[in-house]
T-cell receptor, first 114, second 111 residues
C-alpha cells in the first residue's frame, strides 16, 4: 500500500524536552509538509521541503526544526522553545511544489506536553 | 475523540437527505481548490478538487460548485449517510505553496 505514515499516534512529553515526530512516505513524492492543527483553526504550515536536503520555513516555524536527508522521510522536532506545543500534527506530501497538486495527509500525531 | 471538531459550525442532516457545505475563500488569484474530509482522530482525506476554469465538478455522490465572482465554494453530498459524518474543509491553492485551509464545518448525520 502506498501512503504516508506518522508515528507515534499519541505522544506525551514533559515541558522542556525536545521531541521528534516521524513522517515517512512511499509515494515517491518530492514535496513534503508539516502542519499543525488546533481546535477551531485551519491547518497552519510549519515547514515544507521540495527536495532532499532542502526545506523552507512556513508560517509558524518558530520552535520547530526539520531535516530531509532522504526523499521518503521528513521528521519534525518540536523543541523546548515552542511555547505552546500541545497540538495535532499532520504530515503531508505532494508530487511537487511547482504547479498545483493535491496533498496527501498522514494520520497525524497528537502531542501533549505537560 | 479528538478535539478537531470543537468550536466549528455544525450542519445536522437527516440520513438520506442532501448536504450542502459552504466555503468562502480569500485569494482571487487562487486557481485550484480541494475539499477534504477529516474524521475524528485521523488525517484529512481528499474528496474532490476543481480548477478555476470550471464552475462545477461531479464525483461519486459529491459535487463541487465554484463561484469566482463571489469567491465561494460549495460541496454537495447526495443521499447523506452516517459514514459521511466528519469535519469538511476547503483548501485554496494560489500556486507554489500558497495553500490556505479553511477552518471547517462539522457534518452530523442523524440516522
Amino acid at each position: 500500500d502506498g501512503g504516508i505514515t506518522q508515528s507515534p499516534k499519541y505522544l506525551f512529553r514533559k515541558e522542556g524536552q525536545n521531541v521528534t515526530l516521524s513522517c515517512e512516505q512511499n509515494l515517491n513524492h518530492d514535496a513534503m509538509y508539516w502542519y499543525r492543527q488546533d481546535p477551531g483553526q485551519g491547518l497552519r504550515l510549519i515547514y515544507y521541503s521540495q527536495i532532499v536536503n532542502d526545506f523552507q520555513k512556513g508560517d509558524i516555524a518558530e520552535g520547530y526544526s526539520v531535516s530531509r536527508e532522504k526523499k521518503e522521510s521528513f521528521p519534525l522536532t518540536v523543541t523546548s522553545a515552542q511555547k505552546n506545543p500541545t497540538a495535532f500534527y499532520l504530515c503531508a506530501s505532494s508530487i511537487s511544489l511547482a504547479g498545483v497538486y493535491e496533498q496527501y495527509f498522514g494520520p497525524g500525531t497528537r502531542l501533549t506536553v505537560t | 475523540g479528538e478535539s478537531v471538531g470543537l468550536h466549528l459550525p455544525t450542519l445536522s442532516v437527516q440520513e438520506g437527505d442532501n448536504s450542502i457545505i459552504n466555503c468562502a475563500y480569500s485569494n482571487s488569484a487562487s486557481d485550484y481548490f480541494i475539499w477534504y474530509k477529516q474524521e475524528s482522530g485521523k488525517g484529512p482525506q481528499f474528496i474532490i478538487d476543481i480548477r478555476s476554469n470550471m464552475d462545477k465538478r461531479q464525483g461519486q455522490r459529491v459535487t463541487v460548485l465554484l463561484n469566482k465572482t463571489v469567491k465561494h465554494l460549495s460541496l454537495q453530498i447526495a443521499a447523506t449517510q452516517p459514514g459521511d459524518s466528519a469535519v469538511y474543509f476547503c483548501a485554496e491553492n494560489g500556486g507554489y505553496q500558497k495553500v490556505t485551509f479553511g477552518t471547517g464545518t462539522k457534518l452530523q448525520v442523524i440516522p
